[in-house]
Nanobody, 115 residues
Framework: QVQLVEAGGGLVQPGGSLRLSCSAS????????MGWYRQAPGKQRELVAT???????NYVDSVKGRFTISRINAQNTVYLQMNSVKPEDTAVYYC?????????WGKGTLVTVSS
């Protein structure tokens, strides 16, 4: 019905940058929001950033000023630009889409911040 495919994860050194992308396909209409969540080892999944259909953004405090979420509506694609990354950013990052028909998740992409 709806498929979300993430890309861009990998190994990056502290202080470095990374850009994640998520492309949605399938029966997509009336999107409420798209966003990124992450789950670190031993922790529950947390919201990282979201962007609504009206371009309102929301970030968890720990990434404000470092991460930027953006969206290309025509392609149903969302990005997460990650700058000045820290070891504590290490997690599996999941793309999320909310629309009238429900909530959908990608399979996740692993980001490892380590020297």
């Amino acid at each position: 019905q709806v498929q979300l495919v993430e890309a861009g994860g990998g190994l990056v050194q502290p202080g470095g940058s990374l850009r994640l992308s998520c492309s949605a396909s399938g029966s997509i209409f009336n999107i409420y929001s798209m966003g990124w969540y992450r789950q670190a080892p031993g922790k529950q999944r947390e919201l990282v950033a979201t962007i609504t259909s009206s371009s309102r953004t929301n970030y968890v405090d720990s990434v404000k000023g470092r991460f930027t979420i953006s969206r290309i509506n025509a392609q149903n694609t969302v990005y997460l630009q990650m700058n000045s990354v820290k070891p504590e950013d290490t997690a599996v990052y999941y793309c999320n889409l909310r629309q009238a028909s429900g909530e959908y998740w990608g399979k996740g992409t692993l980001v490892t911040v380590s020297s």
